[in-house]
């Protein structure tokens, strides 16, 4: 972190290849230093010229007196091993390598980078990309980069907002665009190729920064998704909100899906899950997370989801109300008491209910608009505030002054949203430190990202449940282990999920009719009969399952017909599953996978022939506590199932949250060897009945099917 | 429609009560009249002054010699309806009345529009408002309003599109952002109170309007939806989209249910059915109105549904991918052939497949995209065109340039995103016409909402089926109204339902044990015993109905029960329904009922315990087609359970088609008879087994149920 630290806020920074010619890539980086006036050393590196751009220049790094935090290396592709070395020599702390022609370019650029991570490895240097645009620290007017965002005369304007970027090119876009809304920032930073800094260690120096308190990301791609998590865990801790727009939602559709569970939930589910996990805010595209930053940088919390509005226009207020329900924010109705005060100071045509209507007499009566700020400011039901206005530039100083006094004044949210017009007074409000938006939805979806991160869960602290018997989980993953074996059977997929107290259907193995008659008998009442074997995964598909079974001689036949299909399937030796049969309920889906950034990861998912209609199911990284797994099986679309529903009693929901909380420290426990597990169904009984685990199914780590 | 054609394109204005004070409300449209250059004659009514702001004004319109085709009414509230009848006198087509203070503010108020609307009536002269701010005919330079949207010097910038608000001040805000972003307008009018002209008659003026391309229009409250159906149509027929933005989504969700069906839809979703039957575009906010007006002002159609980007960087590609296929377009792969043209026009190290990355190298080889651009515009697989740039201001000219001669090379549609920066390069581009946007995702809604349209399916044409058997369905009307009854029971129901050629379960009605016992014995196979009552109408809430009986004893168990169920219910003489247990089979819901302001309509939606776990259903606007019909099934968002599905067969959809097809025929023709009609559930079996209607509940109008 120390050197994190140093790139953050450098003191001397040092440009290898230094161009005396401003224009060129290589010697932007002078020329923005200088233009926008770093408060350290500028420390130009040049062999050949005694003056870059008009400051004296080194010829090498070992001809700099002091120390040197930071190095940007405009270097060409190959000759960045041989820079990198000499800043590790000279003791910088941080090199930023701008070249392309690494990883992303080919197997002669994957040689280069490997070089360079060796170097990395070796001597202990930091490096931020290569292919990458560099940083710049606002405060410190510190802008090792060559990003086209600083190409024309721009004022830096700088705020609590850090921008992490993996994306160069979009990334400057972006952060051009949040500067041009308004949005002060305090670093920007693009990681590139990631061969050494990635997004999550940047965002991790962030956290700790006291000028940030909103950090924004930009991913392409998560690799080290448990390093992201560490870094939410602590911005969650120091209430400073993380703000990420991810790509490849689309991608994880197209992902080919090998087995069940799996195919319900690709990478980008895991990212989603996670991030719903840790309080990490997702945002669509790059106008919704600059809109939300506008709300957050003004560090305001809300207590609740009540909105209030005031607005110049009824239909305004409509709008506002309508689109409100849909990012969980609720515009109630002013109680009777509130209303007389509120009618008090209004118009009579006006309407003093919520959405409040002030009307266009506000444009002649700024101080009307004063008045019912103040008597919306003192209304303890209301937890956000939006003002809402239009055209109007005449007579909008007073306007302005009125909603400043009133921001100024409480502590809740408050947004304006100002339709048309020059822009002028929307510039004004934003240099006041107030949100405004010119459309009343954009406002609405980033009060809604407020709500929800004001109001967000506690984070995940799981404890392990003290009853699991890890003999049993053992023996079973050593066994199949001494055989060789990858697949576990039904049988012993049972035993392991059991071993973890999960209930599952009573059953005993049989090797034939007979055997199958007196297993049944053993179990009581109608059974199920199943191919057991480890080399047949979906049995169903094979027809390899015959259910409610009750006398000898239906058990008997099917077992001598589930022989046959199984010896057609592959496996003459396949024994059988006589299995009780569970009582109805609702059929749910709970999976542990590994995920290659996340690690061990729970899915869930509606069961049944709704898999297919809603096609509904959500990831949690393991483990989970039961409050998360709670919350988790109620994320999911089809969540009214857990009811009361139509003439269905309501769903043992605790007893579902239990079975994925333990599943999930199975996961966790097991993540070296268990590659995969499916339970499905999890029949789901009435409050109080309690889940049982019908038909489970283990493949261990090691095999062909490792994801 | 004459009068209308008037109003657009006015020759000459009065203003009643013109002041010769141009800052005060009732002197503002002489001020812009005379401001923004109006071609025809202004006539200022001012009885006190020989002159209003320069121009001669008149005592009153008899001293105006020649047609008088627009008067600006700006007279206080209660001399409206002297303005206005001195207007009929004088012959003046359309009068616009600006006043506030009538049906929008209380009793008086109403009073005051009644008086108007007797004038209307009377007069035969029509109006606009009251309680408006007037209209603009850009064209004309035609200002009657007082808009504080015309208050600062703004450019009016014309254009194809033409906007209709019912809201006054926030439609003002709209079209003052419609012009900030570029997008030139034919008219703007504001419908205010719509005493006499309704949205939906001034759409119709302007569909036929050669200066309009594109309708937009801001709803609060459709009142005669059918007339705006058939707006719908001459503009599906003339390819002019109508683009709505409609409030009221969320308040359909608190309106309180009664019947079943009529709970799964409120108004809205009428208005929504209907939108998506005729080809409105209903957009959710002010920006994807604006943003789609931008595109579609263009009067390009998209062939299909397959867009290609061309981007500065790849990662704006990406999220451009991302975010496409959330508006049901698509970013294929290109073929091997045509990378291979692209690889020889791009740098090595971009990339030639979809999303094409042209790289940075673009800023300094502008003629690259040039060239890039060609070979997109003669790729035949190339339906849509988006070029992602960012900031760049230096070079953009010729970038610029390189995107203007592409855009004339073809008349697919191609926009440009172009984030960050200083705005100059967007402002040059939308003054080529060419669509541009600052977010990837708003380009791509816009995108996809112009696709939707260009590939709408035809309007509906429903042909009445000729077997309908009006004898039966009249009978079982007249029969109930000879009683009194605006319930039907269920046998009645059933009738009604089979007179429309739809199967019902076979059924009997039965008084007792024995009869119910006969009954069975005549439909044979496993029965249902039903209470059949028209004073009991949800009879499943109150136990009143028994499944799947076969032996006598039970049947007769089951009637005696059921007889003192209805009884304590309420109904001492309630007869039974003895009803063949239909085949299993997928659970639909098809009800009609009756709209307020678009009449009969029918409702599907799935059935079963989906229902409250979906809550899913669509409404559409009696009568459909059978394809019609088949859309708005599959519009469900669980169309997914007509499979197949996970071992189930696919439903048979033309039969469950044909069924609401045929309700939708009953709806229509018995609009006058029938308020409510419940078909719960309607069984679907697999294909080519058909559906069976199993439940109906039929109620005539004239109850106090009726909605």
Redesign the interface.
């Known amino acids: 972190m120390h050197a994190i630290r140093k790139l953050l806020h450098p003191r001397s920074i040092a440009v290898l290849g230094a161009s005396d010619n401003p224009v060129k890539l290589s010697g932007r980086p002078v020329d923005y230093l200088k233009r926008f006036g770093f408060t350290g050393r500028i420390l130009p590196i040049n062999a050949h010229r005694a003056q870059v751009q008009g400051l004296p220049a080194h010829p090498d790094l070992d001809a700099v007196d002091g120390d040197i935090d930071v190095a940007m290396v405009m270097l060409s592709a190959d000759q960045v091993a041989d820079g990198l070395r000499a800043c590790a020599r000279r003791g910088v702390a941080v090199a930023i390598v701008g070249a392309?022609?690494f990883a992303?370019?080919g197997e002669r650029g994957a040689v280069l980078q490997r070089e360079l991570e060796a170097i990395v490895a070796e001597t202990g240097i930091r490096v931020l990309g290569p292919n990458c645009l560099g940083m710049l620290s606002v405060r410190d007017r510190a802008v090792p980069t060559f990003?086209?965002?600083l190409?024309?005369d721009v004022d830096l304007r700088e705020g609590p907002v850090a921008f992490v970027?993996?994306?160069?090119?979009?990334?400057?876009?972006?952060?051009?665009?949040a500067q041009?809304c308004g949005i002060g920032i305090s670093h920007y930073l693009n990681t590139g190729n990631e061969a050494d800094l990635s997004v999550a260690e940047i965002l991790g120096g962030l956290v700790d920064d006291e000028s940030t308190a909103v950090l924004m990301a930009?991913l392409?791609g998560v690799h080290r998704g448990r390093d992201l998590l560490r870094v939410a865990r602590r911005a969650h801790e120091l209430d400073k909100p993380i703000l990420a727009?991810k790509?490849?939602?689309?991608?994880a559709?197209a992902r080919a899906a090998r087995s069940h569970t799996a195919s319900l939930a690709g990478e980008d589910a895991v990212f989603d899950g996670a991030a719903r996990q840790f309080g990490i805010v997702r945002l669509?595209?790059?106008?919704?997370l600059l809109d939300a930053a506008q709300v957050f940088a003004t560090r305001r919390r809300a207590r609740g989801r009540r909105l209030t509005t005031l607005s110049?226009?009824?239909?305004?207020g409509?709008?506002m109300?309508?689109?409100a329900?849909?990012h969980g924010l609720r515009v109630p109705v002013w109680e009777q008491a509130w209303q007389r005060r509120m009618a008090e100071v209004i118009p009579d045509?006006g309407s003093p209910a919520n959405p409040v209507d002030l009307t266009?007499t506000l444009?002649s009566d700024p101080d009307m608009l004063r008045r019912a700020l103040r008597v919306t400011v003192e209304h303890p039901d209301t937890d956000l505030i939006a003002v809402l206005l239009?055209?109007?530039?005449?007579g909008a100083e007073l306007i302005v002054d009125a909603i400043d006094q009133a921001h100024r004044a409480t502590d809740r949210p408050l947004v304006v949203v100002w339709?048309?017009?020059?822009?002028r007074p929307r510039q004004r409000l934003r240099e006041l430190g107030i949100p405004c938006f010119?459309?009343?939805?954009?406002a609405a979806a980033a009060l809604g990202a407020l709500a929800d991160f004001s109001l967000r869960p506690p984070l995940p602290s799981p404890r392990r449940p003290d009853d699991v018997d890890d003999r049993v989980a053992r023996a079973v993953v050593r066994t199949a282990r001494e055989r060789g074996r990858v697949q576990l059977d039904e049988h012993e997929s049972s035993r392991l999920v059991a071993a973890y107290g999960v209930r599952c259907a009573g059953a005993f193995p049989a090797t034939d009719g007979d055997s199958a008659v007196a297993a049944a008998r053993d179990l009581g009442g109608p059974v199920a009969v199943k191919v057991l074997s480890d080399r047949i995964g979906h049995k169903s598909d094979i027809g390899g399952v015959r259910l409610g079974l009750t006398e000898p001689e239906e058990i008997r036949a099917a077992a001598e017909e589930l022989r046959a299909v199984a010896a057609r399937a592959g496996d003459p030796h396949a024994r059988l599953l006589v299995q009780r049969m569970a009582d109805g309920g609702t059929e749910l889906l709970v999976g542990i996978k590994h995920d290659p950034a996340f690690g061990p990861v729970v899915v869930v998912g509606v069961g049944?022939?709704?898999?297919?209609?809603?096609?509904d199911s959500r990831v949690a990284v393991a483990p989970l506590d039961v409050d998360g797994a709670r919350r988790l099986l109620l994320s999911l679309r089809?969540s009214?199932?857990f009811g009361p529903?139509?003439g269905?009693p309501a769903r043992d929901l605790d007893a579902a949250a239990d079975v994925v909380a333990r599943l999930s420290w199975l996961a966790a426990d097991l993540a070296d060897d268990v590659a995969e597990l499916d339970v499905n169904p999890l029949l789901l009984g009435a409050e109080g009945r309690g889940a049982v685990a019908v038909d489970c199914l283990a493949v261990l780590t090691g095999g062909e099917e490792r994801g």
């Not at 790509?247 to 991608?251: E, P, T």
């Not at 010119?438 to 954009?442: A, F, K, L, S, V």
């Open positions: 392309a022609g992303e370019s990003t086209s965002a190409d024309e970027s993996q994306s160069g090119a979009f990334g400057s876009f972006i952060f051009s665009e041009r930009y392409e727009v790509v490849g939602r689309s991608a559709g669509d595209g790059m106008e919704p110049l226009s009824g239909g305004a409509v709008l109300a309508d689109l329900g849909g045509y266009a444009l239009g055209n109007a530039d005449k339709t048309g017009g020059s822009g010119t459309d009343p939805g954009r049944g022939v709704l898999v297919d209609v809603l096609a089809g009214a199932l529903v139509r269905e």
